[in-house]
């Protein structure tokens, strides 16, 4: 599962502190710390974009030119993203080397030294780096600039990758832990192949001009189509990996979008200094708006198309092959054999494809870790997705939507084609809010529950799958080599004058049994509904065994245990939470029958692989 913190001792942050009360603390006039100051600089400037653009524009402009990327509007976040062109909303090196090459222009005008060139342009990159918040990704840029206007300022023939290497040096020696940000990596990938492919685009783009292969005025686009190239090229195959799709759009696009983005953050700076002087901001402010309005109608026309594609990345392998192809398409090696470039593109790109298309040699069982709740995924050999729960949600996070999409959209899911619910707590249906919305599910299922008409009346309104609610004894073939039969609840428990009895008794028991082996779910049920489940006898026995009721005392009573005698049992449970599940006697009662038990509070999401009469716990981290 999501190691919480193992992320946060990567961002260096040693231990998390509760407030418990609101405490205001004025500062003194004339004792101002520096982070106070900055602090006021930043809002004060912030007023100044609200007092010159309108709201939807200004949320765009202080994220440009101050790094207040979370006031961005939504819409705007959203078409960007649907195109590929959410990192010129970030703030990084991008903005960075469109300051410094602003920059580097104005002193060219100026009778300096070189080394004072060098030096008020390391300043200047230190202010945007105070005013944007010393956001990390404008850091990186900032020792990247720095090192390449120090080299430029000692007049050293420098190579670009030198450069590189040694911005990338003195931010490791200081911050190791960024090596693994998905930040930091895909800036120095980008930065590497523009300096590794910018000049050969580039060249090859004039040769065609001078061919007349194409007309004269594309000539002016090669610079901008090289370098969006390039970068697409470097950071495509960790996008794939991390996001799961790519958008070629975003090739052309960015030939639109790019120069304006320039132009915006180069005129940041007089924007905000002069934006008192109402004859120069009302002149600034008019044309700036003009270009944002044409700018984003162009990518809101092209997020309508939807263009992206979709394609993973799901090994570290995968990614090194992609890059080795790259490489192949536009390295010259020194070889004499005839055809070697085709030979070794082609063998690359079938590596690559049999590493991102796996064989399924056997199916799968994965516990999510969802916290205090259950959700459980099957994947069948034959590509059958079953989940079992949804995992809980409530008004401050919802599993659906952070966890269970994601893991789905990563294991490479498009759809579910069942979907169980065993009863509804919240604990269970949480994240079926986020699943139904994305019409991720073809069918669902679940137990008749009387007393429950909201439940039942939301299942029932929504038209884009089918509902049916199963009663005790039904069974489906879900393909072939798996069977699916419904063990619970008994007509007792789910009878009228069993409403005192707990809802958790009245949850869906599955029992499903692919090849040899057979894994039972008991959703909530307590000690009632696991009696009830006794008449079954043999048909109990099984290899993995789903703890009712998140292992809580309350269930998982000997008798069960000793007719189902598990090898596995599964227990999902939050950490530390309210319930205090599991229960020390649940653990011990396994152990008699040396099961083992597996606990997402304890090893986060659980990955089982079902065998033909076996299963095997797949360490997947």
Known sequence: ?????????????????????????????????????????????????????????????????????????????????????????????????????????????????????????????????????????????????????????????????????????????????????????????????????????????????????????????????????????????????????????????????????????????????????????????????????????????????????????TSDLQIGCAWLMFAVLFIRLPLVVRGYRIALLLATATLLLHLTVPLNSNARLIMLDVGQGDCFLLQLRTGKSILIDAGPANRYFDSGEKIVLPALSDIGVESLDKLFISHPHRDHTGGLKALLSEEKVDSLYSVPLVGDAAFMQQLESNKSFGYRSLQRGEWMELDAETRLYVLGPSPQLLSNDALTSPINNRSLVLLIRHRKVSLIFTGDAEVDGERALLCWDDLLRSQVLKAGHHGSKTSSHTEFLEAVRPQLALISAGRRNRFRHHSPQTLSGNRKLNAKVLRTDLHGAVWLQLKKNSVIEKNWR
Request: glycine fraction near 8%; include cysteine; charge should be positive.
């Open 1 to 313: 599962g999501f190691d919480y913190r193992y992320w946060l001792k990567m961002r260096g942050i040693a231990f998390i502190a509760d407030v418990q009360r609101n405490k205001v603390v004025n500062y003194p006039s004339g004792h101002l710390s520096g982070r106070y100051a900055l602090a006021w600089l930043r809002d004060n400037l912030a007023q100044r974009v609200d007092r010159l653009f309108q709201t939807r524009e200004a949320s765009l402009l202080k994220a440009l030119w101050l790094g207040q990327g979370r006031q961005l509007d939504a819409d705007i976040r959203s078409d960007f993203q649907r195109t590929g062109l959410v990192h010129v909303l970030a703030v990084s090196g991008l903005h960075v080397g469109f300051l410094l090459a602003m920059m580097v222009m104005l002193t060219s005008f100026m009778r300096l030294g070189k080394r004072i060139k060098a030096t008020a342009c390391c300043f200047g990159l230190i202010a945007f780096l105070c005013i944007t918040g010393f956001q990390s990704a404008v850091t990186r840029a900032v020792i990247m600039g720095i090192v390449w206007m120090i080299c430029r300022g000692l007049e050293r023939n420098t190579h670009p990758q030198q450069v590189l290497f040694m911005a990338a040096l003195c931010i490791l020696i200081c911050w190791p832990q960024q090596l693994f940000w998905l930040g930091f990596q895909l800036s120095f990938s980008a930065v590497f192949w523009i300096n590794f492919l910018y000049s050969k685009f580039r060249i090859w783009g004039e040769k065609l001009v001078e061919k007349r292969a194409i007309a004269g005025w594309a000539g002016y686009l090669i610079p901008g189509l090289a370098v969006s190239i390039a970068a697409q090229i470097g950071t495509a195959p960790l996008i794939a990996y991390h996001f799961g799709e790519l958008a070629p759009l975003s090739l052309l696009l960015n030939i639109i979008v790019l120069p304006v983005i320039a132009f915006l953050v180069g005129t940041g700076p007089p924007m905000l200094a002069l934006a008192d002087v109402e004859m120069f901001s009302s002149f600034a402010a008019k044309l700036i708006h003009l270009l944002l309005q044409v700018k984003l109608d162009i990518i809101h026309q092209a997020a309508e198309w939807d263009l992206s594609v979709e394609f993973r990345l």
